[in-house]
């Protein structure tokens, strides 16, 4: 059974702090697939990363950065001098191989205090 | 590339009445698309996946004879709410897939519509 927990349901930080989100996953698959998405207010989600299973690398992009730890089943995501911009609800999610679908966590609502 | 959209944004209905969702991929084939609600400040749900051509499979618990889906060509497949009720407010998303295995391709997101039901 495929399950992500993202146990921080909010988040406040003020304006240039870093945060980050955690993401906890379970899966018996040895072959999946990890995604962070953006919601903001207006509702559309917005792709930041995907990485499979194979690539422990850890990722920068900007502000954005991922850490991926196999070993803890763990998938952080962490922003760097957060902006107002970046309040929105954050979204980590799971996919097997050869499964359809997305496995969402519950999400972690971030409000950047300016 | 890769932009999905759907129509209407929003909608508000009568209880009982039926109300159909549109959502097209607009620069790619989408092989595969799928069906997901996200209740208020809840996460997204799927509720089906369709591929282009067959039947949608469901989700346990999504009645299939309530949420019809309609995956005509590959770029463009519909959602149809029959007889709506308030419990089915609730914003609704499509997303689509190049391949067929939606894990293994992205998926990319429509921006959803807002269903009201009165």
């Known amino acids: 059974a495929q399950k992500v927990t993202q146990a921080q349901t909010e988040i406040s930080v003020v304006e240039k702090e870093d945060v980050t989100l955690d993401c906890v996953y379970e899966?018996?698959?040895?072959?999946?697939?990890l995604f962070w998405y953006k919601q903001p207010p207006s509702g559309e989600l917005v792709f930041l990363i995907r990485?499979?299973?194979?690539?422990?690398q850890n990722e920068i992009s900007g502000r954005y950065s991922w850490n991926f730890q196999k070993s803890t089943s763990s998938f952080n995501f962490t922003i760097t001098a957060s902006q107002v911009v970046d309040s929105a609800v954050y979204f980590c999610a799971l996919s097997e191989r050869g499964a359809n679908n997305l496995f969402f966590g519950t999400g972690t609502r971030l409000t950047v205090i300016p | 590339g890769a932009v999905v959209s759907q129509h209407p944004s929003w909608v508000i209905c009568k209880s009982g009445t039926s109300v159909k969702i549109e959502c097209r991929s607009l620069d790619f084939q989408a092989t595969t698309m799928f069906w997901y609600r996200q209740f208020p400040k809840q996460s997204l749900m799927l509720m089906a996946t369709?591929?282009?051509?067959?039947?949608?499979?469901?989700e346990q618990g999504v009645e299939k004879d309530k949420f019809l889906i309609n995956h005509a060509s590959l770029t463009l497949s519909t959602l149809t709410v029959t007889s709506a009720h308030p419990e089915d407010s609730s914003f609704y998303i499509c997303?689509?897939?190049?391949?067929?295995?939606?894990?293994?391709?992205?998926?990319?997101f429509g921006p959803g519509t807002r269903l009201t039901v009165l």
């Open positions: 899966t018996r698959d040895t072959t999946y697939y």
């Open positions: 990485r499979n299973s194979f690539d422990e």
């Open positions: 369709s591929n282009e051509g067959s039947k949608a499979t469901y």
């Open positions: 997303s689509a897939s190049r391949g067929l295995s939606g894990g293994h391709n992205e998926q990319f």
